[in-house]
Each structure stands twice: as C-alpha cells, then as structure tokens.
C-alpha cells in the first residue's frame, strides 16, 4: 500500500508542477469536523492519510452497498438470458436459490429445473447471432405457455432496479425532451417524442409520415392560385 502510493503521489506531484502547482499541507486544528485532520510528518504521509485512505475507505463503502446481497442475488437472474445461459456449457443455474428468493412468484416452482434444462437446450442449437443477449429481448422470445416460471423471473429480472439499466437509460431521455419550450405538450405527444428518440435505430419514412399528418387535419386543405386559369 505505501510502495503503490508513494509512486502515484510522486507522479501527481510531477503533473501539478508541469502547471507550476506546488503540493502544500494543510493547517492541522485541534478540532476539526469539516475534513480530515490526521497528523502527519511530511506531505507525501499527509496526502495518504487524509486523501487516499479515505477516498479508498469511501469507494469501498459505495460498492459494499451497491453490490450488496439482495444486488448480487437479483443480478444473477441474468444466467436465464439465453446467450448467457448457452454459454455455461451445461451447467445450469442454481435452481433451489431461485426458488427459494422467487417462489412466491413462481406458477410452477417445482418444474423449473425442467424448464431450464429445455430452455438451454432450445437456444443451444441456434447460432449465438439468433440468441437474446438481454432480458427484455429474451422476455419477447419467451413463451410464457412452454416456459412459465422462466418467463416469470425474466419479467422480475427486467424490471428490478438491479439490472433494469436499459430501461433506466430510456427514462433518463425524458430531460432532454421535457425541456422549458416543451413544457405545454400533451402526454400523448410527449410518449411518441420518447419513443422516437430512444428508438433511433427505426427508420421513419417522412412521406408517410407526411401523408398521415395530412389526413387527420383536413382543415389544411391545398387551395389553388386564384391567379391560375
């Protein structure tokens, strides 16, 4: 920990002097609440112990909550998404820890050690271009008739905070749209603006489109020139 330290801090101090910035020490009060106060003999100790240790200590903490238990456990849904799935080369996720956490929501949860087994035997012999790689597009190609307890944890995995990332994405497009100058818009025109800039992969024929517009206001009729014989 020193060894690795004392190298970054000797690189950060050559950087700062290539902007003519000189590493300095702070005043060490008798009482101080607001920062860290850690005595120290020289700059490079001050900088360990008041900077590095507890940004470290703080980095730590955040993924200890982020990636905390019920995290860990509602990420490894992501085993039933087919192009993982097919790529454990047999090995099946733990059946007894899925029931135990989601046997509440499970129509069937006696059969999902079947269900896995012709589950992972039905994407196996599809080429893995053809096989969902998220559980949205897996939870679309899943038929909730043949498999209904997979089907069953693919919507949880596709909604809990955990691993609902894309749809978080799709959510967080609405402050570029809902903007000052938009504000007075309907939530039938606001929908079809998110949709259209979160799905930009869709091409829009703009004649269509056009054409669309035109039938459903017939108001703006096209009125010829007076001045034409």
Known sequence: MDEKFSHGYKHAVRVARNVNVNPTMRRVAGRQIHRCNAPADNLEQYYQRNVAVPLINHIKAELDEQFSDLSVLAS???CLVPSVLCDRAGDLPNADEIINSYKDDLPSPELLRQELLRFQIRYSSKPKEDRPNTAAKALKSCDDDLFPN???LLKICATIPATSCECERS???LRRLYTYNRACM???RLSSLALMHIHYQVKIDLDEV???FATKHLRRLELGTILRD
């Open 186 to 188: 309907s939530q039938e």
């Open 76 to 78: 490894s849904l992501l």
């Open 210 to 212: 056009v054409n669309l």
């Open 150 to 152: 997979i089907y069953a």
């Open 171 to 173: 959510a967080s497009s």
